[in-house]
């Protein structure tokens, strides 16, 4: 007697590498994510300018970012020009692979510790990475341990995002989502 697993006990990493039409990339630092945006050529059945996909009822495909704050946070390159810099060359990979551009940041939020003076124990609070303040330029970033002290004006994430993409929140926190 043969045991089949079921699909959804099988690893995630490998039904996506097992996909034909899912192309799954790690890039470990920001400068192996901007090579890669800025070197991407998609094999998506394009013909002399005209794709395959402009047809009605055919998908459109995806260019999906997981995590890009995240890779930004621990570089100097957190900022607002680090920012615009990796989302364009995002938004340029799209464009000419004639793809959706999809952004997800499902890390952990950060979150900032709030002390309770009557028992010493501190509330947490989790903060959205999109509301996050970052500097406008990645010169304006001083690093003192593991704090980070701006110099100049900030400029909230979000806003340095609706820049190059439009943004659409799919989880409503006040619901429950």
């Known amino acids: 007697m043969q045991v089949t697993k079921h699909q959804i006990l099988i690893p995630t990493i490998y039904l996506l590498a097992a996909a034909r039409d899912i192309c799954l990339v790690f890039t470990p630092t920001l400068p192996h994510l901007r090579a890669y945006l800025a070197t991407y050529t998609p094999h998506n059945g394009s013909r002399n300018g005209t794709t395959i ?43 000419r692979g004639c793809m959706q551009l999809t952004v997800s940041e499902s890390s952990t939020p950060q979150e900032e510790v709030l002390m309770d003076a009557g028992d010493g124990y501190g509330d947490t609070l989790q903060i959205d990475p999109w509301k996050e303040q970052v500097s406008l330029l990645n010169g304006s970033i001083k690093f003192r341990g593991e704090d980070r002290v701006w110099a ?13 993409c439009r943004r659409i929140q799919i989880f409503d926190e006040q619901n429950g989502g």
């Open 53 to 95: 996909y402009q047809k009605p009822g055919v998908q459109v495909p995806m260019l999906a970012l997981l995590n890009p704050l995240s890779i930004h946070r621990t570089t100097s390159e957190h900022s607002a020009q680090g920012l615009s810099r990796t989302f364009a060359l995002a938004v340029e990979a799209a464009a």
């Open 152 to 164: 100049g004006r900030t400029l909230e994430v979000g806003r340095v995002v609706e820049r190059w």
